[in-house]
């Protein structure tokens, strides 16, 4: 089946630094890569996408790489701010469900990013 | 735009009392639907998905059911709830445009079971 999973569960950084948060998958055929933002008791929120044609995707003050040969992928955010502080987790769609109108995503467990002035 | 509600937002039951959860949707027509589960400190696991009205299908062996009366309601039950299904439950919607998928997320209904 599906595996993603993430290398840290928390992750601390000074306001103003940029974070680094990493997720491995293990399925060597996922092509199609999510990062969710999590606060406490809400519901995950979609922040960028990465299909595996591409190996740097840039958002607003956040960079999703991929390394398709290591099966990693990370998100980088720039000038961390309070307002980040949340569960991060990246997500892998369904290779089974490619071509079709579903697209189930697997996710991994999570990391708690924590910013602290 | 599209909306995506879920209740109750919050709900404590006892063990072996039945459970509903509720998921709607607005802003959309023939959404694929999605319950998944978040134990505390946990990601996210898949439960059921629906592709169309009636059609359910189920990722996990459970003590869980889930319903699609209408197009945009999806519905999550339980006839006689375990401690085990406490947890965080979140409905999402997605439509596949242009080779994209992505789900939205509702807020999520905390289920406490004592």
């Known amino acids: 089946g599906e595996s993603v999973g993430l290398h840290l569960p928390t992750l601390s950084v000074q306001e103003g630094d940029n974070s680094i948060i990493n997720c491995a998958y293990s399925n060597s055929a996922s092509d199609y890569f999510i990062w969710y933002k999590q606060e406490s008791g809400k519901g995950p929120q979609f922040i960028i996408d990465?299909?595996?044609?591409?190996d740097k995707r840039q958002g607003q003050r956040v960079t999703v790489l991929l390394n398709k040969t290591v099966k990693h992928l990370s998100l980088q955010i720039a000038a961390t701010q309070p307002g980040d502080s949340a569960v991060y987790f990246c997500?892998?769609?369904?290779?089974?469900?490619?071509?079709?109108?579903?697209?189930?995503?697997?996710f991994g467990r999570g990391t708690q990013l924590t910013v602290w002035p | 735009s599209q909306t995506i509600h879920q209740w109750p937002a919050t709900l404590v039951q006892p063990v072996g009392s039945p459970l509903s959860l509720e998921c709607t949707v607005e802003g959309t027509s023939n959404p694929n639907l999605y319950w998944y589960r978040q134990a505390a400190g946990r990601g996210l696991q898949l439960l059921f998905y629906?592709?169309?009205?009636?059609?359910i299908s189920s990722e996990v062996p459970q003590n869980l059911s889930a319903s699609r009366p209408q197009d945009r309601q999806f519905i999550l039950s339980s006839k006689k709830l375990l401690l085990s299904d406490s947890g965080f439950y979140l409905c999402?919607?997605?439509?596949?445009?242009?080779?994209?998928?992505?789900?939205?997320f509702g807020a999520g209904s905390r289920l406490t079971v004592l």
């Open positions: 990465i299909r595996s044609n591409m």
């Open positions: 999402a919607w997605s439509v596949r445009i242009s080779g994209a998928n992505v789900l939205t």
């Open positions: 997500a892998e769609v369904a290779t089974f469900d490619r071509g079709s109108t579903l697209g189930r995503l697997y």
């Open positions: 629906s592709v169309g009205i009636g059609q």
